[in-house]
């Protein structure tokens, strides 16, 4: 399993409000996140590096969990838990509030690969040449384009494009949505920010994906591209990449 993660400022904002990382629990087995923060005056910064550093420890606390079953019950319950954290730290600081963040997170484990999210941070998988997009916008756009009220068209230049259904730090209950697939050999994890996906099409991730280069190189491109694009946010890109050995193991 090899991982690579990236995040940049962009060309427009003052700081970088997306967080993120690659983890591992007791045994070794990644997890690997990405955050972006929104409330504006740090407080994007504090919500989203809470959420990576809770979940990221409630992970290396966990001693051995396999099952596919196991670790969406465990996002789910480890997700509601840092929400409400979040929203109680929040609270006892009123420069804080209305902070949140979205969270997109994911853990490879017997072949199969388990994707949580909350907000409208995505995640692709590249498999056998083909783009996919596993998680769903939690966003007023994408629910007005998912009834048919707005066209495609309509929802890439929405004046409310940024205002988001589900977040971390906002309510007290959250609800994840959570994504259980095959992971196989030279299969291709993309988390990342809209900082990328605002800013780069389906086509140019495929290519970027698809293209004869390292996954460090990959990252890198990503990272060029959305400021060459605009640069109009913060941009994170997490990717992951399934590699196995002559006999059969994932090779590091």
């Known amino acids: 399993m090899h991982a690579e993660f990236r995040t940049d400022r962009g060309r427009i904002r003052n700081h970088n409000e997306d967080n993120g990382g690659i983890f591992e629990n007791q045994i070794g087995n990644p997890l690997v996140i990405v955050a972006d923060g929104m409330g504006g005056h740090r407080a994007g910064d504090v919500a989203s590096e809470m959420a990576v550093r809770l979940l990221s420890k409630k992970w290396q606390n966990v001693a051995d969990m396999k099952s596919a079953a196991e670790i969406d019950a465990w996002f789910r319950e480890a997700i509601q838990a840092v929400n409400e954290q979040i929203l109680a730290h929040a609270k006892q600081d ?19 690969i388990i994707v949580a999210n909350v907000g409208d941070s995505r995640g ?20 007005l384009l998912r009834k048919g009220e707005i066209t495609k068209e309509d929802a890439e230049n929405h004046p409310r ?20 697939l095959p992971f196989q050999s030279k299969d291709q994890l993309l988390l990342c920010s809209d900082g990328l996906s605002n800013m780069l099409t389906e086509q140019e991730i495929e290519a970027v994906l698809t293209s004869k280069r390292t996954l ?21 890109v997490l990717l992951l990449e399934r590699n196995l050995g002559e006999k059969g193991r994932d090779a590091s």
């Open 94 to 112: 009123p420069t804080l509030q209305g902070m949140g963040t979205t969270l997109v997170a994911a853990v490879f484990s017997n072949s199969q």
């Open 124 to 143: 692709y998988i590249m498999k056998n040449g083909v783009l996919e997009q596993l998680t769903e916008d939690h966003s007023l756009v994408n629910e």
């Open 161 to 180: 494009k940024n205002i988001l259904l589900r977040a971390l730090g906002i309510e007290g209950n959250v609800e994840t949505d959570v994504f259980i």
């Open 216 to 236: 460090a190189e990959k990252a890198d491109i990503f990272i060029t591209k959305a400021n060459a694009n605009g640069g109009e946010d913060n941009i994170t």
